[in-house]
């Protein structure tokens, strides 16, 4: 059974920095981050396939970028320059199947997800 869970998230003001974890259950999983503001869909954020391959959307480009620490099995998101646009809730997502670099950021592609943290960035 696929177990993920989000930590971190919470306030923080703009420019500034925080990091989520994404504590998985297998290191066979695809895994990604993915967040929804209110009104909006759901949006890749950064994933990270089985063979380590990276992908991360055009819109945290340059001030997002992931960890994975294999042992631990924690997924990290470390998110810098924040935005207000950055707002949203963050949510783990993971799958088993072997998805190709171009659907990395795809939700729809992911059926194990968490229950999301919440990020506000205040300006």
């Known amino acids: 059974q696929v177990q993920l869970m989000e930590s971190g998230g919470g306030s923080v003001e703009t420019g500034g920095s925080t990091r989520l974890a994404c504590t998985y259950s297998d290191n066979r999983l695809a895994l990604g981050w993915f967040r929804q503001a209110p009104g909006k869909e759901r949006e890749g954020v950064v994933a990270?396939?089985?063979?380590?391959?990276?992908r991360t959307g055009d819109s945290v480009w340059g001030r997002f970028t992931i960890v994975k620490d294999t042992a631990m099995k924690i997924l990290y998101l470390d998110m810098n320059s924040l935005k207000p646009e950055d707002t949203a809730m963050y949510y783990c997502a993971a799958t088993y199947r072997l998805l190709g670099s171009s659907v990395l950021l795809r939700a729809a592609e992911y059926e194990h997800w968490g229950q999301g943290t919440l990020v506000t960035v205040c300006s």
């Open positions: 990270i396939d089985r063979d380590s391959v990276v």
